[in-house]
Nanobody
Framework: QVQLVESGGGLVQAGGSLRLSCAAS????????MGWFRQAPGKEREFVAA????????KYAGSVQGRFTISRANAKNAVYLQMNSLKPEDTAVYYC???????????????WGQGTQVTVSS
C-alpha cells in the first residue's frame, strides 16, 4: 500500500519557520517529481512547490517564492518543504503529492498524503 505521510506542521508566529517532511512508503518515488500543495479554510487547494526526480529543477508559486524551499532525499524516499518568513496567509493544511513522471512540467499527481496543519499567528 502506497502512503505519503506529512509531518512537521504546527503553530508558529509570523516571521517564524517550519520544516515539513513527507515520507513515502509502499514504493519508491526516486524517479518521480514531487510536489507540495496547500488548502486554506474556504479556499481551493493550491500549488506551492514542486521538484523533479533529481532535485535539479524546482518550481514555486509566486506567493512563496524566495521564502520556501523544496528539497528531496531519494535515499530516504522523502521530500521536504522549508518555510521561512511565514505569514498568516500561509495558514493552511499542507499536502505532499507524488507525480506520474520524473519532470515537473506536465506532471499529474497520482498519490497524496493526508496533510499537516500549519497555522501562522499574527
Amino acid at each position: 500500500q502506497v502512503q505519503l505521510v506529512e509531518s512537521g506542521g504546527g503553530l508558529v508566529q509570523a516571521g517564524g519557520s517550519l520544516r515539513l517532511s513527507c515520507a513515502a512508503s509502499g514504493r519508491t518515488f526516486s524517479n518521480n517529481a514531487m510536489g507540495w500543495f496547500r488548502q486554506a479554510p474556504g479556499k481551493e487547494r493550491e500549488f506551492v512547490a514542486a521538484i523533479n526526480w533529481s532535485g535539479s529543477y524546482t518550481k514555486y508559486a509566486g506567493s512563496v517564492q524566495g521564502r520556501f524551499t523544496i528539497s528531496r532525499a531519494n535515499a530516504k524516499n522523502a521530500v521536504y518543504l522549508q518555510m521561512n518568513s511565514l505569514k498568516p496567509e500561509d495558514t493552511a493544511v499542507y499536502y505532499c503529492a507524488a507525480g506520474d513522471r520524473s519532470t515537473v512540467l506536465g506532471v499529474r499527481y497520482d498519490y497524496w498524503g493526508q496533510g499537516t496543519q500549519v497555522t501562522v499567528s499574527s
